[in-house]
C-alpha cells in the first residue's frame, strides 16, 4: 500500500475509506501495510481533501471500533488462541510482554502500550484474554490511541511538503 493507493481510495470512496481503512489497520491483519493510514491523514488534511479533525475524528471513531472488536475477540477466543498460538516464540514474546506490562500497570498501561510499536496491534487481544475490564481499558487505550494518532496526524500535515 502506498500513499498513492490511500489517496485515489480517499478519492472514490471519500471519508469511508479513511475509516475502512483506519478499521482495517486497528484489527491487526498481519501483512497490511496499517502504519501509512494516520499520516496519509494528515497529508490529506494538508491538501485539503479531508480536514484534518475531520480525519482524526473518523480514524478515532474506526480504531475505537476496531479495539472494542479484537478485544472482544480475545475474551471469547483466548483458549483457542492461546493453543493455536502457544507454541509460537514470537507470539509467546509479544503475549508475556503485554501481560507483565498488564500486571505492572494495570489498564491504565494501555496508555504507554499504544505508544509502542508492534505492541499496540495485539494489545487488544491479549487485553480480551487476560480478562480486562472493558471500559477501564478501552478508555485508557482511547486517551493513548488518540495522543498517538494525534501526533502522527499532525507529522503527516506538517511534513506534507518534503513528500509532495
Known amino acids: 500500500m502506498t500513499f498513492a493507493s490511500v489517496s485515489k481510495a480517499f478519492e472514490l470512496w471519500g471519508a469511508p475509506a479513511v475509516f475502512i481503512l483506519v478499521f482495517l489497520e486497528y484489527l491487526g491483519i498481519p501483512g497490511y501495510p496499517g502504519g501509512l493510514i494516520l499520516p496519509a491523514i494528515g497529508i490529506l488534511g ?3 481533501l479531508i480536514g484534518p479533525f475531520k480525519g482524526f475524528l473518523l480514524a478515532m471513531v474506526s480504531s475505537g471500533l476496531a479495539m472494542a472488536l479484537m478485544y472482544w475477540v480475545g475474551r471469547k477466543s483466548g483458549d483457542w488462541v492461546r493453543r493455536r498460538f502457544g507454541q509460537k516464540k514470537r507470539f509467546m514474546e509479544l503475549y508475556d510482554r503485554l501481560a507483565g506490562l498488564n500486571d505492572r500497570y494495570g489498564v491504565r498501561g494501555q496508555v ?17 484474554m487476560l480478562g480486562a475490564d472493558f471500559w477501564p481499558y478501552w478508555i485508557y487505550s482511547m486517551v493513548g490511541n488518540c495522543i ?13 511538503n518534503l513528500f509532495l
Open 148 to 160: 498517538y494518532s494525534g501526533v502522527v496526524i499532525a507529522l503527516g500535515y506538517y511534513v506534507t
Open 112 to 128: 504507554l502500550i499504544r505508544m509502542m510499536p508492534v505492541i499496540r496491534t495485539f494489545s487488544s487481544v491479549v487485553s480480551g
Open 46 to 48: 494538508r491538501m485539503e
